[in-house]
């Protein structure tokens, strides 16, 4: 068991306490594993019953479910029952009638959308509110049409539709429902007997979603299992979740030199070998900068996880999840075998935050010569420097027709606000994440503090991939800043939506705009970003 300092234990759990406190999330709940095992833990808040969360306490992991969906296939492919460069639409047929976006375009495979690399958009605000969804609804969605980011195959971008496109094709392959093969094959194999598919099948408490509602907290709904859950679906616990960790990680073990005799490195214990595990902890695709919000590390996508390169450490794997009332990570190094789950039940937590600065303080602890790089920021109250320098002309940005008309009519919108032109230019999510009444009042209130002139052309603008766009509109006391990013849909609907003030005296750089899955916690829900480019994200 590695010898952890108290004061850095300490230090972990005093960042969960202070996140209650500063009225973030409800409840907060943490732990440290090794490779023997769950090392540390500790909560804080009210799970619901008046008491503090602990180890057991069941909560949303959202997308940290996806490594578990990869697992599954990856099981099925060892058994020699499908090919990872098999087409979607050989298990998906109603694919066949999406337009891809050029004529020589292939259909996407499993491999590319285990890697997110099937050409689709980064969708997280309209995937988070389609989980119960029929199969037969999502066949509806595909016949209805797509829009692609890029040509499926040659670029990375977070899509929670592909992943629900894999689910479908693990139960085509194996003949039962995703969630009976994901359980079946690998969880209780693992004994992860209290990460489930459905709050009712859960043994231990579950706790309930919250979103900040004006200055309290209002509880949410839970979801059922459906079309999407491959997506994010589980529920778990920090004493099962950082079993899981402890098992991928353990696929390295032995895997440094000077290396241990043949046949005697690693253990193949549970359902994927360790030569699966680790191909799962590969960077498969490299990322654009600024996709992994909170990173400053190099990084790519493997197969259901983040890999990011360390200097010191090597690779650091992790993975955020983000679902309406809960928000989850979890992260560790493969050379060491020092890792962290973290969960809280509060849309927009983004717990990932204290969950990689724990990370961070515990490998400053035990290897020696680590930097801390959240840490040292945070001590040191180091400035970020603010510019201009990363925004277009209007107009100059290669989007999508789709994008071009979703912002004019999001410019009508703001110039004269109707909840029914609202619904018709957003996708449904848009309401059920911050209801129109609220929405608007942030508006109103983003626009009167810098007096903005909404019938004046955007001075700037600025895009990340062809189906999302961000502008500013100027003001007399500073600009708005209006951002938009479009669902997966044909139709064009708008997913995210975000209308914040920028006064003169506070202009965020784009490189220094922060990302949902790290952004301190929104105190106007209208007014934050719901997604990151790639995510919880977020998450």
């Not at 500063?22 to 909560?43: C, E, K, N």
């Not at 990375?156 to 359980?183: E, I, K, W």
């Not at 202009?507 to 997604?531: G, I, L, Q, R, Y």
Request: with cysteine.
């Amino acid at each position: 068991m590695s010898r952890l300092s108290p004061g850095v234990l300490g230090a972990v759990d005093a960042m969960h306490r202070q996140r209650v406190l500063d009225g973030i999330a409800p409840s907060s709940v943490w732990g440290v594993f090794d490779r023997d095992g769950l090392v540390a833990s500790g909560g804080h808040g009210d799970r619901g019953d008046g008491r503090a969360p602990d180890a057991d306490t069941v909560y949303r992991i959202a997308s940290c479910t996806k490594s578990v969906t990869a697992a599954t296939l990856l099981g099925l492919v060892a058994d020699g029952l499908v090919s990872l460069d098999t087409p979607v639409t050989e298990f998906v047929p109603a694919f066949a009638a999406v337009r891809l976006p050029t004529a020589d375009s292939p259909a996407p495979t499993l491999r590319m959308l285990l890697t997110m690399s099937a050409g689709f958009p980064t969708d997280d605000p309209w995937a988070d509110r389609q989980e119960a969804l029929r199969d037969q609804d999502l066949d509806d969605v595909l016949r209805s049409g797509l829009l692609f980011d890029s040509v499926p195959g040659t670029g990375f971008a977070y899509s929670n539709l592909g992943y629900a496109l894999l689910g479908r094709a693990v139960s085509v392959v194996a003949g039962a429902p995703f969630p009976a093969v994901a359980t079946e094959r690998v969880l209780r194999p693992l004994g992860l007997d209290d990460t489930v598919f459905a709050a009712a099948e859960a043994p231990g408490l579950v706790v309930t979603g919250h979103r900040r509602a004006d200055d309290d907290w209002e509880a949410l709904r839970t979801t059922g299992p459906g079309a999407f859950s491959p997506i994010g679906g589980l529920f778990s616990t920090v004493r099962d979740l950082a079993r899981w960790g402890r098992w991928l990680a353990a696929a390295f073990d032995g895997t440094a030199a000077p290396f241990a005799e043949a046949g005697s490195a690693g253990s193949d214990v549970g359902p994927l070998t360790t030569a699966e595990r680790r191909a799962m902890q590969q960077a498969m695709r490299v990322l654009p900068p600024g996709s992994l919000p909170g990173s400053t590390r190099t990084a790519g996508y493997g197969f259901g996880l983040f890999v990011e390169h360390d200097p010191a450490v090597g690779p650091i794997v992790s993975h955020s999840g983000g679902y309406p009332g809960f928000s989850a990570h979890m992260r560790w190094s493969v050379s060491t075998g020092l890792g962290v789950v973290a969960f809280e039940n509060a849309t927009q937590a983004k717990v990932s935050v204290a969950a990689t600065r724990a990370l961070d303080l515990l490998l400053a602890d035990a290897v020696p010569g680590v930097a801390v790089p959240h840490a040292v920021a945070a001590a040191t109250g180091a400035p970020v420097t603010r510019s201009r320098d990363d925004e277009r002309a209007p107009g100059s940005e290669p989007v999508l027709p789709s994008t071009r008309a979703a912002q004019r009519s999001v410019t009508r919108l703001l110039a004269d606000w109707s909840d029914a032109e609202a619904g018709a230019v957003c996708a449904e999510n848009v309401p059920l994440d911050v209801p129109w009444h609220r929405r608007r009042a942030a508006i109103d209130r983003a626009v009167a503090e810098v007096a903005a002139e909404l019938s004046a052309p955007p001075v700037a603008e600025r895009s990340v991939t062809p189906t999302h766009l961000r502008w500013w509109v100027p003001g007399s006391r500073g600009r708005l800043r209006v951002e938009i990013r479009l669902a997966p849909l044909a139709s064009g609907l708008v997913q995210t939506l975000v209308v914040r003030a920028e006064p003169d005296e506070v202009v965020p750089a784009e490189a220094a705009a922060v990302p949902a899955h790290t952004a301190a916690a929104p105190t106007d829900p209208a007014a934050a970003p719901t997604e990151p480019v790639a995510p919880d994200p977020t998450a």
